[in-house]
């Protein structure tokens, strides 16, 4: 399995999202804090992706937890970590491809994930981690656009911390 980091995109969301879909590639877009005497904040997220079919939804993630894997057949995900540190995996299981990139407070930005790659995400450090997530289609309990694999289903791809 080859492991790469997802391409950083300087194209707008929108732009570096169809990027994504044409090419089956993750994208990776940074964002930037504005940042004065009150503080910061993160503007203009998910700017130009939003639809009605879609969703927007927060979760939090302990440290030591792996979430992984799952894919979509229709749903792209957009996921921005905005409390701690998240490492997000993606993998192509039809090329044997896989990207991996940690992206969080440190990092801001948002990894566009195209179906129908695999991705997951693990806790990066001792604190929990704040995914704040944008989905193109909305959960249908009835029919979830999900399909699921254990952490450990892709041999080689490295969860646990890497001391370079």
Request: overall charge negative.
């Amino acid at each position: 399995m080859k492991i790469s980091a997802p391409p950083t995109s300087s194209l707008p969301l929108d732009k570096a999202f169809e990027t994504a879909l044409d090419t089956r590639t993750p994208q990776f877009v940074p964002t930037t804090h504005f940042t004065d005497d009150r503080g910061w904040s993160l503007m203009n997220q998910m700017q130009g992706v939003l639809n009605a079919q879609g969703q927007i939804n927060f979760s939090m993630q302990y440290p030591g937890v792996v979430k992984a894997w799952h894919r979509h057949t229709l749903q792209t995900d957009f996921w921005m970590c905005l409390v701690g540190h998240l490492k997000v995996g993606v993998y192509d299981q039809e090329k044997d491809q896989a990207w991996s990139i940690v992206i969080g407070e440190k990092r801001p930005g948002t990894v566009i994930i195209p179906p129908p790659l695999w991705h997951g995400a693990a806790t990066v450090g001792p604190t929990p981690a704040g995914l704040l997530y944008f989905v193109t289609h909305h959960y249908n309990p009835a029919k979830p656009d999900e399909e699921r694999a254990a952490y450990d289903a892709f041999p080689g791809f490295p969860w646990q911390v890497e001391h370079k």
